[in-house]
């Protein structure tokens, strides 16, 4: 199988399995929506879409946003984990939308990753879900599949991101990037992994990693039959 059927696979799967293709995170606008991203890093999206509406419901847009203080905001972001850097971050780019781009958030990834706690990743969200620019925003999902399928060598995120740029057509990064995220999530996890449910990384997925997996198995299988076989010897 050549690398375009494999890929071509790959995405017949995936439209299968998620046919319709949901923004995880809940949002009204561009402004909410990147404040709902810049909240998610280190948390996940059920967290935060728990906390926004506490969040928006004081302040949905920039200048109600720089009305509060740092502190006020930091006390109801704070279940979402790192709320002394994102208070600020939240804060400061709305300040900066106000300033620099009239209170609308800017439709250009330069514009975007020049404000505070903005990073490539969450820019490429914004560009992508909120202005239907094609973007391929990488998270730990997308970083491990893309490994565990042999599409990049999993040295770094932005390694990853050109890979998928370069592999899978521009028309569909956009669908692409979320369904991969569903898809890992539910059935190729970090952690609690099964090779019986991954369909993708059983059918296509990197021999070596396969190997690895196969082996971690039987090694936990040896493990448990020496630990059934110790119990009964000891019961006898």
């Given at each position: ?13 995936l439209d299968d399995l998620y046919p319709e293709i949901p923004v995880p995170l809940d949002h ?141 057509p521009r028309d569909r990064w956009n669908d692409l990037h979320l369904q991969i995220i569903f ?44 630990k059934k076989a110790k119990a009964v010897k000891h019961k006898s």
């Open positions: 199988m050549s690398k375009h059927e494999k890929v071509q696979a790959i995405m017949d799967i009204t606008d561009p402004y909410t929506l990147l404040v709902a991203v810049l909240l998610s890093a280190q948390c996940t999206d059920e967290r935060v879409n728990q906390i926004t509406p506490k969040l928006f419901a004081k302040a949905d847009n920039p200048y109600d946003m720089v009305k509060m203080s740092i502190e006020e905001i930091q006390n109801i972001i704070r279940p979402c984990g790192l709320s002394p850097m994102k208070s600020k971050g939240i804060w400061h780019l709305s300040d900066m939308i106000i300033k620099q781009h009239d209170g609308k958030v800017p439709q250009d990834f330069t514009a975007l990753e020049a404000m505070p706690a903005v990073g490539h990743k969450t820019a490429s969200v914004v560009m992508s879900q909120a202005f239907g620019v094609p973007a391929f925003p990488v998270d730990t999902h997308i970083h491990r599949l893309m490994y565990r399928w042999g599409l990049s060598n999993g040295k770094s995120v932005e390694q990853t991101e050109r890979d998928a740029k370069r592999l899978f898809y890992g999530r539910e059935y190729c996890p970090a952690r609690g992994f099964s090779l019986d449910r991954c369909l993708i990384t059983r059918e296509f997925g990197r021999k070596s990693f396969i190997n690895e997996v196969i082996k971690e198995q039987e090694k936990k299988k040896t493990l448990a039959t020496k």
